[in-house]
């Protein structure tokens, strides 16, 4: 700690000295204790913001890689188109409809079944007696009239009450008020058959009010790609797996309408586009950590082996894919399975698996591929097609390619668990038109890419989407790697960031405390000091009188 001098001036003057000043000056050069400690603290926390604004970035690429490993993502997602949208027009295609192009021609439209009962001048007569309704092959309702719903608006009110499953309604015009009776249901099931009327119109010499059937519920016909259909609405979403469409009128002879059903390139490519531009944002950022500013001042991470230890996780997570395949599916996972298989890494040793009592299902043969440490991992996987045991090759690239000879079955369905290869035939990211350049940053060829998906569509979603997919493991890599994730390395350098952070922060608490009390006491002992120096005046007058009185030489100057 350094010293400090004062100044309190000719010491007889009276004037003393200014005590706030002297207190301040003090304190400052006791404060110089925390100065290193708010510099360390100053650069933790710019590095905090670093790795925070790093942590965005990863969230923001993990996001844009989802859109393509999920299953249900833009990989899955299609795109259709009609030849002529006057006569079927498209309106979806999920993701369990298959590319490719589909003939339709449409003989003719659905009707909906409707009718209508005799029509009276006066819609507020009143009316009485009783109708039964029936549509299709349903039960038949009964409405009869009373006081609360003897006019045509009433009994409308009734019938749509009554759960006949038709629609009633008081159509009026120049001639007359009826009562319109539309199905609820289209197509030939929807017929409505009025067995009972006798409704009449009392304020009308009780004129009969009979149902006269306008039209006959039909169903659709239609020849989709060569096949006669049925469909019993117009909104057709059952004949082509995945696709709906709306038919809209008939097709002219000789004139199909031709569907297409294509996947969703444009779609995927952007997909593509954006997980490149995040990710070259991020790369970026990392490689600014290693240099200075244009002042020459280091970045905050400048030196850290965080920096490190994300380059080489994201550099190396570039070309990593471990070839993998499933057994099954199977409906149940907890079904009784036997027989054995066999399973070899690479050019390594073949290890067979004969299942027993203590392992014979799905659960029991993954704990006895893991427990064999052959250099593959087993897990089950459950979805809504069933549960089938996937095998993931503990070496990436051809190396560690997996070769499965099995021999199990299902005991419950006899159903033989044969072996899928999950790989595709999609190895890196250069088939897919993405370079990686010196700097870690990636480039994309878009019309490499826009190529690829037109003529292997597949194998795109199984780089992106098989198990153990480059798409997945990348993934993987980000979500460990992040903020969010309890061990991943960002997460461990701002809790290490946190902890030093929360020592010095305690630490200055403490010091400013001394510092603090240290002030009140100068300022107390200063203030008393002070108050001497100015009273030294007043007592040397008394002295000089005093030695006056005693001596009777007169020490007043002025006499």
């Given amino acids: 700690m350094g010293t400090v001098g004062l100044s309190f001036g000719s010491p007889t003057s009276g004037a003393g000295f200014d005590v706030s000043a002297t207190v301040a000056t003090i304190v400052?050069?006791?404060?110089?204790v925390e100065t290193p400690w708010k510099n360390q603290l100053a650069s933790l926390q710019s590095q905090d913001t670093v790795l925070s604004s790093l942590g965005t970035m990863y969230s923001s690429l993990s996001s844009a890689l989802s859109t393509l490993t999920d299953f249900q993502g833009v990989l899955a997602q299609k795109t259709g188109s009609s030849s002529n949208t006057n006569v079927?027009?498209?309106?979806?295609?999920?993701?369990?409809?298959?590319a490719g192009t589909h003939t339709i021609s449409v003989n003719s439209l659905a009707q909906t079944a409707s009718g209508y009962l005799t029509a009276i001048s006066n819609a507020s007569d009143v009316l009485s007696g009783a109708i039964t309704i029936q549509v299709g092959s349903g039960a038949a309702e009964t409405i009869t009239l009373g006081t609360s719903n003897n006019t045509l608006a009433g009994l409308a009110t009734?019938?749509?009450?009554?759960?006949?499953?038709?629609?009633?309604?008081?159509?009026?015009?120049?001639?007359?008020?009826r009562l319109s009776i539309v199905s609820n249901t289209s197509g030939a099931n929807g017929n409505v058959t009025i067995s009972s009327n006798s409704i009449v119109d009392t304020s009308n010499s009780n004129a009969a009010l009979t149902y006269t059937s306008t039209v006959t519920g039909s169903d659709a016909s239609l020849v989709v790609d060569g096949v006669t259909l049925a469909s019993a609405s117009n909104t057709v979403s059952n004949l082509i797996p995945g696709v709906t469409f709306q038919l809209l009128s008939t097709s002219t002879v000789g004139s199909p309408v031709q569907v297409v059903i294509g996947n969703y390139n444009t779609g995927v490519e952007s997909a593509v586009s954006t997980m490149v531009f995040d990710y070259n944002s991020l790369i970026s950022a990392i490689n600014t950590q290693h240099s200075t500013t244009s002042s020459g001042t280091p970045e905050p991470l400048f030196g850290s082996p965080t920096l490190s230890?994300?380059?080489?996780?994201?550099?190396?997570?570039?070309?990593?894919?471990?070839?993998?395949?499933?057994?099954?599916?199977?409906?149940?996972?907890?079904?009784?399975?036997?027989?054995?298989?066999?399973?070899?890494?690479?050019?390594?040793?073949?290890?067979?698996?004969?299942?027993?009592?203590?392992?014979?299902?799905?659960?029991?043969?993954?704990?006895?591929?893991?427990?064999?440490?052959?250099?593959?991992?087993?897990?089950v996987v459950s979805d809504s097609t069933g549960s089938r045991l996937v095998l993931v090759s503990g070496t990436a690239g051809s190396s560690g390619s997996l070769t499965v000879t099995s021999a199990i079955t299902d005991n419950s369905t006899s159903t033989a668990l044969n072996y899928n290869a999950n790989s595709s035939d999609i190895s890196s990211l250069t088939a897919l038109g993405i370079s990686v350049n010196n700097d870690g940053s990636l480039t994309l060829d878009a019309n490499s890419l826009d190529s690829?998906?037109?003529?292997?569509?597949?194998?795109v979603v199984g780089f992106f989407q098989n198990a153990d997919s480059w798409g997945m493991n990348f993934s993987n890599m980000l979500e460990n790697s992040g903020a969010g994730y309890a061990s991943g390395i960002l997460k461990l350098a701002q809790n290490a960031n946190n902890l030093v952070e929360s020592t010095l922060n305690a630490d200055l608490a403490r010091e400013d405390t001394l510092i603090s009390s240290q002030q009140k006491s100068l300022t107390a002992e200063l203030n008393s000091a002070n108050e001497i120096l100015q009273s030294l005046p007043s007592q040397l007058q008394g002295i000089n009188e005093i030695y006056s009185a005693m001596t009777g030489y007169n020490q007043n100057p002025n006499g």
């Fill in 28 to 32: 400052s050069n006791l404060q110089n």
């Fill in 88 to 98: 079927l027009e498209l309106t979806s295609a999920s993701s369990s409809a298959t």
């Fill in 158 to 177: 009734a019938i749509n009450a009554s759960g006949a499953g038709v629609t009633a309604s008081v159509l009026t015009d120049s001639t007359g008020s």
């Fill in 309 to 379: 230890l994300l380059q080489q996780e994201l550099l190396g997570g570039l070309n990593v894919q471990n070839p993998s395949g499933y057994l099954g599916p199977i409906a149940n996972a907890g079904d009784t399975l036997s027989g054995s298989v066999t399973i070899q890494v690479g050019t390594g040793t073949a290890h067979t698996i004969t299942l027993n009592t203590t392992d014979n299902t799905l659960s029991g043969l993954s704990s006895a591929i893991n427990g064999a440490d052959m250099g593959v991992s087993a897990s």
């Fill in 452 to 459: 690829l998906l037109n003529t292997d569509f597949d194998g």
